[in-house]
């Protein structure tokens, strides 16, 4: 069992910057994939990066050259930097770590996006 829990959100002006932070309880696999998701009123939860413990990592279009995704292994601890963000990016981002058929997701927090 793996719990996680988000910081770092809060309101930001667009073009401005945040750095999600999630840190894990549990054992994470060498295996596990640690990424991000969000989901914006009335959209369906879209996957905004993943990242392995080899440091593969996967960004959606949206958010390419814009979002980094990190993993501190020592910490247990999955990281997303986000810049230029805009008013689009608004949504409620959620941990997620993927093992194998299993999901587990933190509590959610909200990041908006507004002048």
């Excluded at 999600?20 to 991000?36: E, N, P, Q, Y």
């Amino acid at each position: 069992q793996v719990q996680l829990v988000e910081s770092g959100g809060g309101l930001v002006q667009p073009g401005g910057s945040l750095r999600l932070s999630c840190v894990a309880s549990g054992s994470i696999f060498s295996t596990d994939v640690m990424g991000w998701y969000r989901q914006a009123p009335g959209k369906q939860r879209e996957l905004v990066a993943h990242i392995t413990n080899g440091d593969a990592t996967y960004y959606a279009d949206s958010v390419k050259a814009r979002f980094t995704i990190s993993r501190d292994s020592a910490k247990n601890t999955l990281y997303l930097q986000m810049n230029s963000l805009k008013p689009e990016d608004t949504a409620v981002y959620y941990c997620n770590v993927r093992r194998v058929i299993w999901d587990f997701w933190g509590q959610g927090i909200q990041v908006t996006v507004s002048a």
